[in-house]
């Protein structure tokens, strides 16, 4: 009597596929092959040791060629031993869509001896600002913005005003409180509402020195205000902001919503699984 093999996908993240594959049949460790769509991409062996489930578990390494940002149709079968049916892994189809959301590190620089802060998205002014203007100093990575526009976004605006830089999304409404001194100018897009992986950001001033600030979340609003005297806070986000640079989207569907039908495989005498197996892009073995 062939018994099917069992196992199940236990993690999948924008990196690597992980799980177990186990046949009362063979004593070997089991193959494991992953398609996208119906096109074979890897063939692995389920031999690493976990606590668990003993030498029986895989590790997948996504290549970066997937990490598209478009959406990819993962399946993942046991391979029989002896040659049989070979089934589907619990949780072991999935849609995956991974990719570089276009966000970029936002630098906040800080001037000591004016009291005032400075954005900037361009990886050129960590040193250039710094250098050019030494009483500007970089204070790091402070949230994610867009260098460029994207679906759902806005510029956001700012200008010297003379003692400080002053921040809308609006050009109209920058230099309100205080006239600019120069031309207004875009810095970077930004979310204009809230949506998942996002985490608002609130302009604040500070009277006494005359200083916008930018507060990641609530709980930066309530810092600044009882660290620094940030008093004035507007009550709405000023704009939203990716919280990572890599969008992750994984799906597990499963039965009986999933209705893929296992598939038979035998390496040695089917010709178009055999050619779907060399032509594969990439291929993990042992």
Not at 4 to 32: F, H, K, M
Not at 94 to 121: L, Q
Not at 150 to 171: A, E, M
Not at 254 to 259: A, C, E, Q, V
Request: net charge negative; with cysteine.
């Amino acid at each position: 009597m062939n018994v099917q093999p069992t196992g199940y996908v236990d993690r999948v993240t924008c990196d690597t596929i992980t799980g177990w594959a186990s046949d009362e049949d063979s004593s070997s460790p089991l193959n494991v092959h992953i398609y996208d769509g119906n096109a074979m991409i890897a063939n692995i062996y389920a031999d690493e040791y976990r606590s668990d489930v003993g030498y029986r578990s895989f590790t997948y390494t996504i290549p970066e060629s997937y990490k598209d940002g478009t959406l990819h149709r993962f399946r993942v079968f046991a391979i029989n031993e002896p040659q049989g049916k070979n089934p589907l892994l619990t949780q072991g189809s999935f849609t995956f869509a991974c990719g570089n959301t276009g966000a970029m590190p936002v630098t906040r620089f800080y001037n000591s001896h004016k009291v005032a802060h400075f954005y900037s998205i361009r990886p050129e002014d960590e040193q250039g600002v710094t250098r050019k203007f030494r009483d500007w100093e970089a204070e790091g990575t402070t949230f994610n913005a867009f260098p460029n526009p994207q679906d759902g976004t806005i510029p956001l605006y700012t200008c010297w005003t003379g003692s400080t830089h002053d921040y809308d999304t609006d050009p109209a409404y920058v230099g309100d409180q205080k006239p600019c001194t120069e031309n207004v100018w875009k810095l970077f897009d930004v979310y204009q509402d809230d949506g998942p992986n996002r985490t608002p950001i609130y302009l604040m001033y500070r009277a006494n020195k005359d200083n916008y600030i930018f507060a990641v979340g609530r709980d930066d609003v309530q810092h600044l205000q009882s660290t620094y005297g940030f008093s004035k806070v507007y009550t709405d986000p000023l704009f939203y902001a990716p919280n990572s640079l890599v969008s992750e989207e994984i799906t597990t569907i499963n039965p009986p919503d999933d209705t893929v039908t296992p598939i038979s495989l035998d390496k040695s005498t089917d010709e178009t699984e055999q050619k779907n197996f060399n032509q594969a892009s990439f291929l993990l073995i042992d």
